[in-house]
């Protein structure tokens, strides 16, 4: 048997770095349906999982495997799920169920171009606002996007680590080509990797309230069989999990949910700035777009324009302050995204007229030449 950590230097893909990442968060159960271009996740899981006694099981479509985890996750275990664009849109009645029900899991998504079937096996980044708002009604979760197969490994432990801590769905946004490029990852020793493990309850079990938050907001989780009360609905419900069919109940529940994100921003939202420091032209890009950006900057600099780049590596929740802070200071925004603009109106939204934002998109199918931002650039400052 395989360690459970295969440490050391790798030639391997982002979706293979995804999974090896959820082995190495402590993932044991993996439920999915095969898609493009997510399959390597899904295959690499089979074969590793037994390696740490784990399980996989390929279930009939994308809402059983979204269901799948949800359940295993109340058993104790850390749970995870990959698909793409359909199979996406088939989970997201699901993801909701994990929102409401405060489920800790992670789902990657490998995007690629939509809508429909599009192209199965071409780039795309047209999920990005059906991560935030694709199941009904208002809610918070996390999403990340990884730029890279090393990031990818460290991204996936990371959504492990902000599941079980805020008790929340949370989504790796790749894309085909950092999903299938192959690159170096590093896979370090176990005992370097920071794991945060779900807070069990304590106390009399008789008094126990399933969604009774604590300091940070988050509500500690039992598993069933502990001995504890566990109800776990779908409906509005109160502390306790029972059913709470009244305007009071939802106004409490939806401030427990929201409010778990919304106060606790500064742990969760990432980022990374390049030659930001006097930047007056500010490229905003996540996923591999993130690498036509580097090379703009750089050009543009070398063209006289005082460019910089912003990544975001979490794009939900959406840092708005530091974009408004941004803003306050700059010539204008580039958001630079394999879709038609969906990032962008946020960003658009957050500059709020302080300045100008502008979007070198594309519809999906390749990744965008930095030559089209440089143009932009001209064009514009």
């Avoid at 090393?150 to 946004?173: G, H, W």
């Avoid at 920071?194 to 079990?205: A, N, Y």
């Avoid at 929740?317 to 941004?326: D, G, L, Q, V, Y």
Wanted: charged share 20%; aromatic share 6%; proline share 6%.
């Amino acid at each position: 048997m395989r360690p459970a950590v295969l440490t050391g230097e790798h030639y391997i893909n982002g979706d293979v770095a995804c999974a090896e990442g959820a082995i190495a968060a402590g993932c044991r159960f993996f439920g999915a349906y095969p898609i493009t271009p997510a399959t390597e996740v899904a295959e690499h899981m089979a074969e590793r999982l037994p390696d740490v006694g784990g399980a996989f099981i390929q279930m009939e479509d994308e809402i059983a495997a979204m269901a799948s985890i949800i359940g295993a996750a109340w058993t104790g275990v850390k749970t995870m799920t990959s698909t793409s664009g359909p199979g996406f849109s088939l989970m997201m009645e699901n993801l909701g169920l994990a929102v409401i029900t405060e489920t800790p899991c992670v789902i990657i998504n490998v995007q690629r171009t939509g809508p429909s079937t599009g192209l199965p096996t071409m780039t795309g980044q047209g999920d990005m606002m059906q991560a935030r708002w694709g199941s009904h009604g208002d809610y918070e979760l996390i999403a990340l996007a990884p730029s890279s197969p090393q990031d990818c490994f460290y991204q996936t432990i990371r959504a492990f680590n902000l599941s079980e801590k805020y008790r929340v769905p949370v989504l790796i946004m790749a894309d085909e080509i950092v999903g299938h490029m192959s690159e170096k990852v590093v896979i370090p020793e176990p005992d370097t990797i920071h794991l945060i493990e779900r807070l069990k309850p304590t106390g009399r079990k008789d008094r126990f309230k399933l969604y009774q938050a604590g300091p940070n907001g988050v509500a500690p989780m039992p598993s069933i069989g502990d001995g504890y009360n566990i109800h776990v609905t779908g409906l509005t419900h109160d502390e306790r999990g029972y059913p709470a069919m009244n305007v009071e109940a939802q106004h409490d529940m939806m401030a427990r949910l929201k409010g778990k994100i919304r106060n606790n921003l500064e742990d969760i939202i990432e980022t990374e700035n390049y030659r930001m420091e006097d930047a007056e032209i500010v490229i905003v890009s996540y996923g591999i777009s993130v690498r036509t950006g580097l090379s703009a900057v750089d050009r543009a600099r070398e063209m006289g324009y005082k460019a910089g780049l912003l990544r975001l590596i979490t794009v939900w929740p959406f840092p708005e302050a530091m974009i408004r802070s941004i803003a306050s200071r700059v010539k204008g925004f580039i958001t630079v995204e394999i879709n038609l603009g969906q990032v962008h109106y946020e960003v658009e939204r957050c500059a709020g007229g302080q300045a100008a934002a502008y979007l070198v998109g594309d519809a999906g199918g390749k990744i965008i030449h930095p030559d089209k931002v440089i143009a932009r650039i001209q064009e514009k400052f």
